[in-house]
């Protein structure tokens, strides 16, 4: 008997019961798609923290003074070490680093007509933009220029701008910032919040030396640099680096009395995190696939115990045991194909629909889809095949009078 | 004899059940001739179905011999018996054993199906052809639930011919009908017998033995009794003088 013939057979004998059919291949539909959506959403939610974090810059080095260094508590501005001096010599002397700039961090009341608001402000140099990667949405960023002659200029992030100009464009509108004037430059891109919860875009960001000079207090320079480095691979060596070069600069300091921080340590934490989720995602796919598994293997089960009478007729009229054995495995290897193309399918449709409701980005990855179509398809076929094998080895008569 | 279709010696089977060992079949020697239409009867538990299981390559006998069209059937493989059973044997069973959800003429295919170079259109022509022999071709069409059991039965008879075998091996084939149904399927066994083919029944109806030519008995394993049935009867002149309740009992 000819392949093809068999194929014809086991084909027509689908389509000859199609409730069981499709009983059948709901199993491996099931089985599929539960596997290809959880893994879907569980890699978007891992996504969506990776993105925070990488949002924050993960190739960024955050330095500044330890206030606590010592069993004395200073005032706050008072212990402060860091100079400009600093952050140019950071940015000149050492090796792999992409930029760095001064942060002057300060909060007060921003106002614009009837407008209040009580934001944070940051003193930056220019290049702060581009080692954030931050950019505007509408109007400009300020340039180095703006920074060498302390321009009253300044970038606001989407909520200050929401909350001081519901209704008004911002751009070259005059903003009071703790009553000093300083024109509105652009509107930063909204990055939403980081991964502790706060607002990124709760923020004005002006020129450090224009911050330095109208904002701050005499007692309350308190600074830190942040410095980018061109690549992530170098941050621990440059971390190092700038505490040696740090220690140099201020002789009789410790190493202890400056807190080099970079957002790798963060990121690793994240991917610590992740690697949780990932950990979750792979028990919540192993206990889909079982569970997908055993019910593809029930149906199968059944499905062939329920035509043993039929084996015993097709190998009474003369159909070889390779014949009945190679038709069932055809009808399993189909079911579990097509069964398995719906459940990706359906799967992918599924995480689309999370996806959008959730505005999550969903990325449903090859290997979820070729892990869950290869577990049931081998369990298809196995459970298709076996109890065939068995029915067809069966004495013919026991089979006949199946019941 | 060149036309001896079947010959057994000393067929014997024994089932074994644990420690119990069950004498289905005791040494049967039996010799069949082609064209003849032969009743195998019994009590229940005779060895007929036994012998005819053996008799059809659906089991294997313990020890003896068994020679069909000049082979010893006795030492083949699986798969030659397979091709026994498709190309020489033709059965009919008790419960008809069709294809559920799949219709008369593809059931009346299935034999053909399994055997070698045969199209597709000379498939189809071999099953209407046998339909029309046992007289339901009007019927290819329906599934076995839309059918009686009389017709469920001339679409087995149908399946067990359309290969063209050397015999036709009915084991009870009216043991699930009616009186009249089951004289209609005797007047197609006859039928069948009158155009030469050789019909192997088993049955523990004296009334339808009748209908043979020739009547085996058999009695706890054992052939007891073997003569012919000098005045068969006619199962057309039954049929016609059977009073007439309807044309077809159909449900």
């Not at chain 1, 500044?64 to 940015?91: C, H, M, P």
């Not at chain 1, 300020?142 to 009253?152: G, H, I, L, R």
């Not at chain 1, 300044?154 to 910032?177: E, Q, Y």
């Not at chain 1, 995190?273 to 919540?284: C, E, H, K, N």
Request: proline share 2%; with cysteine; charged share 20%.
């Amino acid at each position: 008997m000819s392949i093809l013939g068999i194929v014809r057979i086991a084909m027509k004998s689908l389509l000859r019961n199609k409730t069981r059919t499709f009983l059948t291949m709901l199993g491996i539909i099931i089985g599929v798609a539960a596997v290809i959506t959880m893994l879907a959403i569980g890699q978007g939610a891992k996504q969506i923290v990776e993105d925070q974090v990488n949002s924050m810059g993960t190739n960024v080095v955050m330095v500044s003074s330890n206030f606590s260094r010592s069993n004395v508590r200073q005032a706050a501005g008072e212990g402060n070490l860091l100079t400009i001096g600093d952050v140019n010599a950071i940015k000149n002397e050492l090796d792999g680093v992409l930029y760095a700039s001064p942060v002057y961090n300060s909060w007060g009341q921003l106002k614009f007509e009837g407008n209040n608001w009580r934001g944070s402000i940051m003193g930056v140099d220019s290049d702060y933009f581009f080692i954030r990667e931050m950019d505007v949405s509408q109007g400009e960023l300020f340039y180095s220029s703006d920074v060498e002659n302390a321009t009253k200029v300044c970038v606001i992030g989407k909520t200050v701008a929401d909350n001081l100009f519901p209704d008004t464009n911002p751009i070259g509108k005059i903003m009071r910032i703790r009553n000093i004037p300083f024109t509105i430059r652009g509107v930063l891109v909204p990055k939403g919040q980081n991964v502790m919860g706060r607002d990124q875009d709760d923020i004005v960001v002006a020129p450090y030396t224009t911050v330095y000079q109208r904002l701050l207090g005499r007692h309350w320079r308190m600074m830190s640099i942040i410095v980018s480095a061109q690549s992530r691979d170098y941050i621990h060596i440059l971390q190092q680096d700038i505490l040696n070069l740090l220690q140099n600069r201020h002789p009789g300091t410790t190493a202890e009395e400056f807190i080099v921080n970079s957002q790798t340590e963060l990121a690793e934490t994240a991917s610590r995190v992740s690697d949780t989720m990932t950990i979750l995602l792979a028990s919540i796919a192993g206990i889909s696939l079982l569970v997908g598994g055993i019910g593809i293997m029930n149906i199968m089960l059944v499905s062939v115990t329920e035509r043993v009478k039929e084996i015993g007729i097709r190998r009474a009229v003369g159909a070889g045991k390779r014949d009945v054995l190679l038709q069932f495995i055809i009808e399993a290897v189909a079911i579990s194909l097509i069964g398995g193309l719906i459940g990706i399918a359906l799967g992918v449709g599924a995480a689309r629909l999370v996806g959008n409701a959730m505005n999550w980005s969903i990325a449903v990855t090859l290997w979820s889809v070729l892990l869950s179509v290869g577990f049931s398809m081998a369990i298809g076929i196995f459970f298709g095949w076996y109890p065939a094998r068995k029915a067809a080895n069966q004495n013919l008569i026991d089979a006949l009078r199946y019941e | 004899m060149n036309d001896i279709l079947l010959t057994t010696k000393s067929l014997s089977k024994v089932y074994e059940m644990g420690d119990i060992r069950v004498h289905a079949l005791r040494h049967i020697d039996l010799e069949v001739i082609k064209g003849d239409f032969i009743a195998i009867m019994g009590a229940s538990g005779s060895g007929k179905t036994t012998f005819m299981n053996l008799l059809g390559c659906l089991d294997k006998a313990s020890s003896g011999e068994y020679i069909l069209d000049g082979i010893s059937v006795h030492d083949m493989d699986d798969e030659k018996l397979t091709q026994i059973r498709n190309q020489k044997i033709g059965y009919v069973f008790q419960s008809f054993y069709l294809l559920p959800r799949t219709t008369a003429i593809e059931n009346v295919e299935l034999p053909l199906l399994y055997c070698k170079k045969c199209s597709l259109h000379e498939r189809h022509q071999r099953a209407m052809d046998a339909l029309k022999t046992v007289g339901i071709e009007d019927r290819a069409k329906h599934f076995p639930n839309q059918l009686s059991g009389g017709q469920q039965q001339r679409v087995a008879i149908a399946r067990a011919i359309v290969n063209n075998p050397s015999f036709i091996l009915a084991d009870e084939p009216t043991g699930n009908l009616d009186t009249r149904t089951s004289i209609e399927v005797m007047a197609v066994l006859q039928e069948l017998h009158a155009q030469g083919k050789t019909v192997i029944m088993v049955t523990h109806e004296p009334d339808i033995a009748q209908y043979a030519h020739r009547h085996i008995t058999f009695r706890d394993g054992k052939l007891i009794r073997d003569k012919e049935n000098s005045s068969p009867k006619d199962a057309k002149t039954d049929l016609a003088n059977l009073p007439k309740i309807s044309e077809e009992e159909d449900e």
